[in-house]
T-cell receptor, first 110, second 115 residues
Framework: EDQVTQSPEALRLQEGESSSLNCSYT??????LFWYRQDPGKGPEFLFT???AGEEKEKERLKATLTKKESFLHITAPKPEDSATYLC???????????FGKGTMLLVSP | GAVVSQHPSWVICKSGTSVKIECRSL??????MFWYRQFPKQSLMLMAT?????????EQGVEKDKFLINHASLTLSTLTVTSAHPEDSSFYIC???????????FGPGTRLLVL
């Protein structure tokens, strides 16, 4: 069975304290891995898509990386406005649907 | 990124009534739209996939006669919750893509409370 596991479930950081969120997956035939940010009461906001092991993408303080088993979302010098739930999702080669992990709730304190 | 809207943003209804939620792609043609449900502190669970002009494909365990999906145009999909019950109370989110393998862009969600 295809699975997506995110860790930690929750993370509290001080402003400026860099860290990483993990998304591990066990799927047969990965087409792409997606990262989204979700604020409370809102829909997910697209951040990145990664397609192959070794690929990296960056956006402001965020950098996403991908291996054959997992993806990391690195947050460098976070700010309070980075507080949100970060979701990863996988898309298979033969399917257009996304399977989401449960997310990591990030809180950045000033 | 592409913009998707939903209406209404929240709705309260009585048990037994039906509720319609609209999902619109504002600046792209959504050939495929998806409907998700999200319970508190849970992740998104896919309910169904719809392609414009075709019948929706429902995920296992989702009642197609209860959750009616219509994708009549490339910019509009609707989800109707028929004979709603309190257990249908949830956060319903749609997404759209311009192609089956493309990035999904999500709407802001609709909070449904059934009394």
């Amino acid at each position: 069975e295809d699975q997506v596991t995110q860790s930690p479930e929750a993370l509290r950081l001080q402003e400026g304290e860099s860290s990483s969120l993990n998304c591990s997956y066990t799927v047969s035939g990965l087409r792409g891995l997606f990262w989204y940010r979700q604020d409370p009461g809102k829909g997910p906001e697209f951040l990145f898509t990664l397609y192959s092991a070794g690929e990296e993408k960056e956006k402001e303080r965020l950098k996403a990386t991908l291996t054959k088993k997992e993806s990391f979302l690195h947050i460098t010098a976070p700010k309070p406005e980075d507080s949100a739930t970060y979701l990863c999702a996988v898309q298979l080669l033969e399917d257009s649907t996304l399977t989401f992990g449960k997310g990591t709730m990030l809180l950045v304190s000033p | 990124g592409a913009v998707v809207s939903q209406h209404p943003s929240w709705v309260i209804c009585k048990s037994g009534t039906s509720v319609k939620i609209e999902c619109r792609s504002l600046d792209f043609q959504a050939t495929t739209m998806f409907w998700y449900r999200q319970f508190p502190k849970q992740s998104l669970m896919l309910m169904a996939t719809s392609n414009e002009g075709s019948k929706a494909t429902y995920e296992q365990g989702v009642e197609k006669d209860k959750f009616l999906i219509n994708h009549a145009s490339l910019t509009l999909s609707t989800l109707t919750v028929t004979s709603a019950h309190p257990e249908d109370s949830s956060f319903y989110i749609c997404s759209g893509t311009s192609g089956e393998q493309e990035t999904q862009y999500f709407g802001p969600g609709t909070r449904l409370l059934v009394l």
